[in-house]
């Protein structure tokens, strides 16, 4: 069994209804092929290279119930990550408690609305804290990977300081960022885990990943990409103990989760 | 058979490598399970005398050959490209033309490249287009190579319609591409790009529709990309025996003729 901690579900309504569910279908496909329990979260809106994405709180509070319904049509599928606007901290704060506490969400994930070193991201990354959930951050290094909204490596470890009591995931390392710049950045913060997610697919990352932070703080995500998490995971030279840390153990201990079933995180 | 059509050899300026000489590539596609591969040269990029890499890369695959398949780097407006080409497709024995006009500066409507690759199209030798090297987003600061633009080779492709164009490493932006063009029967591409399940519009499933399944090849872009990723990519479709054949090497050994192809079994110097 895999956990993938880098899925994005559409919504499936509006002008993409067709292309959201087509897109939706694909991802449990990978599920169902290649065993895979899916991190999802619902980001509002189709991505888009360069398109601003700022949801207001009714638009975030939709995508999490569009999701919740979605995890009950594939319970043994989807673990549901809530996802918000940290530009409105009270309502996302509320938000995510809800999606934890009543609707049994594991994590948080948050995209590109607010660069995560802006204040407004404390009491959101404290209360992910305090209800047990990791903080899936989108963020990269590199010239062309930062545009509007996005956060740089160095961002989340500012928060990562700033809120040290949290566990976050610094998004996709294979996403189009530096990767060695993002590998050596992280290496010491230990409340940041990294997931192998993205389109790139250059050898060696995973090895990298493995020898400067070590196999206990990575965890295996696509972000779409899944052939190339896959190749990324079984083709690296490590040992099949980190490969299982990586594909699974460190995510399920992440998320509270006992592998012969049951969640135990924030339900 | 798997049949690679997008591999390297040479060294990268930019991270180290492993597998990127002879005896490595033939490691790491036992490895894979990868019988054969067409190899170009990456120092080929950086020299500014790119026949040098080509010499470099002809002994490297000697007593390799059965395996390995060797691409000729030209640079045509350099001087003496007919030369260089004439020893890449004679003594040297290589079997495609690979133009990389992102890297030395010149545009494929250049009429010097329009000859070369025209002479390389009457020979019967393939076109590939390395549509791009490393992701742009995360280049050297102070080396930033675009990808080679699709009008360019839109306008070789309508200019050459004799030619048969191997594109390797090539997205989304394909469907520009094909949107450009009235004929495509003379396209093949390299799907190491294209994802099987993925959220995004291009997959190999787009590609197989779009071009036809003939045209649809294996590539992996090793050792500077994970071979691994398309073995599972191959795994992955939804495809018959005969159309995964096509897909894993029938399609170049046929594009390169390689059925009846006496190889070279003497050093080619």
């Known amino acids: 069994m895999l956990i993938d901690a880098h899925v994005h579900i559409w919504e499936e309504d509006g002008a993409e209804a067709e292309w959201a569910r087509q897109s939706n279908a694909g991802q449990m496909r990978y599920a169902e092929r290649y065993d895979v329990s899916l991190c999802a979260f619902v980001t509002g809106g189709r991505l888009q290279p360069g398109v601003e994405e700022l949801p207001t709180v009714e638009e975030f509070t939709k995508s999490n119930r569009f999701l919740a319904g979605y995890r009950d049509r594939f319970p043994n599928r989807i673990f549901p990550f809530a996802y918000v606007n940290p530009a409105y901290p009270e309502e996302a704060v509320r938000e995510l408690e809800r999606c934890v506490k009543q609707e049994g969400f594991l994590g948080l994930k948050l995209l590109r609305s607010v660069r995560c070193s802006d204040p407004r991201l404390v009491p959101l990354a404290q209360m992910a804290g305090e209800l047990g959930v990791p903080l899936l951050q989108h963020a990269g290094t590199g010239p062309d990977v930062i545009r509007f909204g996005e956060s740089t490596t160095e961002d989340l470890i500012e928060l990562a300081q700033r809120v040290p009591e949290t566990t976050y995931i610094f998004a996709h390392v294979s996403g189009g960022g530096e990767w060695e710049w993002e590998i050596k950045a992280l290496k010491r913060y230990t409340n940041i885990y990294l997931d192998t997610s993205g389109s790139v697919r250059e050898m060696g990352v995973t090895e990298m990943m493995v020898r400067e932070v070590g196999a206990q703080r990575i965890v295996f995500g696509s972000d779409g990409s899944n052939c190339a998490a896959l190749g990324r995971l079984f083709g690296a030279g490590i040992s099949e103990k980190e490969r299982m840390m990586i594909a699974s153990e460190n995510m399920a201990r992440l998320l509270r989760l006992d592998l012969t079933g049951e969640a135990g995180g924030g339900s | ?269």
């Open chain 2, 1 to 269: 058979m798997i049949f690679d059509c997008h591999a390297y050899m040479g060294q990268y300026p930019f991270r180290p490598l492993r597998y990127n000489h002879g005896a490595g590539l033939l490691e790491l596609m036992d490895r894979e399970g990868i019988d054969r591969a067409v190899v170009g040269s990456l120092n080929a990029l950086f020299y500014r005398d790119v026949q040098a890499a080509n010499e470099e890369l002809a002994i490297e695959v000697v007593g390799r050959q059965d395996r390995l398949v060797t691409l000729a780097t030209l640079n045509p407006v350099y001087p003496c490209c007919d030369d260089d080409f004439d020893r890449c497709f004679g003594p040297l024995g290589m079997r495609g033309l690979l133009l990389c006009p992102n890297y030395h500066g010149y545009s494929l409507d250049d009429d010097r490249a329009l000859s070369i690759m025209e002479q390389a199209a009457e020979r019967g030798v393939p076109l590939f287009l390395r549509v791009q090297v490393e992701d742009p987003r995360k280049q050297h600061r102070l080396i930033q190579v675009p990808r080679i633009p699709v009008e360019q080779i839109a306008s070789a492709i309508r200019k050459l319609p004799k030619a048969r164009f191997v594109l390797l490493d090539i997205g989304g932006e394909i469907a520009q591409l094909l949107g450009l063009l009235d004929q495509i029967e003379n396209i093949y591409v390299d799907f190491c790009r294209a994802e099987v399940f993925s959220y995004w519009d291009y997959s190999v499933g787009w590609l197989i529709e779009k071009l036809g399944v003939d045209h649809v090849l294996f590539g992996t872009g090793m050792p500077f990309d994970e071979p691994r990723i398309s073995r599972i990519k191959l795994d992955a479709l939804d495809l018959s025996g005969n159309e995964r054949a096509k897909i894993g090497g029938e399609n170049l050994a046929k594009l390169l003729n390689l059925n009846s192809l006496k190889l070279h079994k003497d050093n080619p110097r």
